[in-house]
Nanobody
Framework: VQLQASGGGLVQAGGSLRLSCAAS????????MAWFRQAPGKEREFVAA????????SYADSVKGRFTISRDNAKNGAHLQMNSLKPEDTAVYYC???????????????????WGQGTQVTVSS
């Protein structure tokens, strides 16, 4: 199964972008999907996650209230709506999916077995 991320781009501070992630297989089953990001010289960090069963969501404190993760059942994927973007949101954004992810590890990159190729988000000041 491959994950395809899209929707990145260049936007001014205060603007919005919507990232999308789609799985190549319609029969792929995952317990959670998430978005992570990695800025130059920094470690990959958790942004948001959504559990497939029940739809509960988790967010990093830095994006809470500005970003919204949602499921796309038709494409077996997820979206990340990013509003009020800040220059510090600039990074490569990766979508990830995995099975049997427990809540205590939903923010940990190693919990996810499937990763998209990344999409660049650049926010200018």
């Amino acid at each position: 199964v491959q994950l395809q991320a899209s929707g990145g781009g260049l936007v001014q501070a205060g603007g919005s972008l919507r990232l999308s992630c789609a799985a190549s297989s319609r029969t792929f089953r995952t317990s959670a999907m998430a978005w992570f990001r990695q800025a130059p010289g920094k470690e990959r960090e958790f942004v948001a996650a959504i559990r497939w069963s029940g739809g509960s969501t988790s967010y990093a404190d830095s994006v809470k209230g500005r970003f919204t993760i949602s499921r796309d059942n038709a494409k077996n994927g997820a979206h990340l709506q990013m509003n009020s973007l800040k220059p510090e949101d600039t990074a490569v954004y990766y979508c990830a999916a995995g099975g049997n992810i427990i809540q205590s590890t939903i923010r940990v990159p190693s919990s996810y077995g499937y990763w998209g190729q990344g999409t660049q988000v650049t926010v200018s000041s």
